[in-house]
T-cell receptor, first 117, second 111 residues
Framework: DADVTQTPRNRITKTGKRIMLECSQT?????MYWYRQDPGLGLRLIYY???????NKGEISDGYSVSRQAQAKFSLSLESAIPNQTALYFC????????????????FGAGSRLTVL | AQRVTQPEKLLSVFKGAPVELKCNYS??????LFWYVQYSRQRLQLLLR??SRESIKGFTADLNKGETSFHLKKPFAQEEDSAMYYC?????????????FGQGTTLQVKP
């Protein structure tokens, strides 16, 4: 079984719809992240959570929200999807218990491909 | 500004040829540099990190603070090296885990 599981893997939706992407992990890591991948732009950080009660905006958080339901679960929501949110979304985790080096080693999910028409 | 630049979108070489994927960074603090790789139909995963000074799958990367570079090198490319490679900058203190990624370079190794 995968350590970091993302659902759905693929989703096509229409402009204005609310979408939730879910992420769960069995790594026992305290930190979780949502990144967005666009061709030519690499990966950009949307939101991150250092623990259940610590959620922070990344560099491109506008139009997105998140929920850390438990240490193992971190969901990303698009309240009203728009076409330029069409992208591949990655959830990732890391473990801060070993210091900054461990915290910077990310374990990624398989990605959720979202298409907004 | 803190950024990572990978100037090549695509690098195409023949099997057995040397490979160098370029990465330059901009960061005023003490950086941690990583290379992540995504093979076809696989997850993005860590390839190597500068602090370990290790060779993984024949790849090495040296942090050059004077040139602010962290180029990835392999003396003899193999077809199985074909993948997307991302250079990433890790920052310390309260920014750990919030990696800044470059744009990515697709390495294509031809037979």
């Amino acid at each position: 079984d995968a350590d970091v599981t993302q659902t759905p893997r693929n989703r096509i939706t229409k402009t204005g719809k609310r979408i939730m992407l879910e992420c769960s992990q069995t790594k026992g890591h305290d930190r979780m992240y949502w990144y967005r991948q666009d061709p030519g732009l690499g990966l950009r950080l949307i939101y991150y959570s250092f623990d259940v009660k610590d959620i922070n905006k990344g560099e491109i958080s506008d139009g997105y929200s998140v929920s850390r339901q438990a240490q193992a679960k971190f969901s990303l929501s698009l309240e009203s999807a728009i076409p330029n949110q069409t992208a591949l979304y990655f959830c990732a985790t890391s473990d801060s218990s070993t210091g900054s080096l461990g915290a910077n080693v990310l374990t990624f999910g398989a990605g959720s491909r979202l298409t907004v028409l | 500004a803190q950024r990572v630049t990978q100037p090549e979108k695509l690098l195409s070489v023949f099997k057995g040829a040397p490979v160098e994927l370029k990465c330059n960074y901009s960061y005023s603090g003490s950086p941690e540099l990583f290379w992540y790789v995504q093979y076809s139909r696989q997850r993005l995963q860590l390839l190597l990190r500068h602090i370990s000074r290790e060779s993984i799958k024949g790849f090495t990367a040296d942090l050059n603070k004077g040139e602010t570079s962290f180029h990835l090198k392999k003396p003899f490319a193999q077809e199985e090296d074909s993948a997307m490679y991302y250079c990433a900058l890790g920052r310390g203190s309260g920014n750990t885990g919030k990696l800044i990624f470059g744009q990515g370079t697709t390495l294509q190794v031809k037979p």
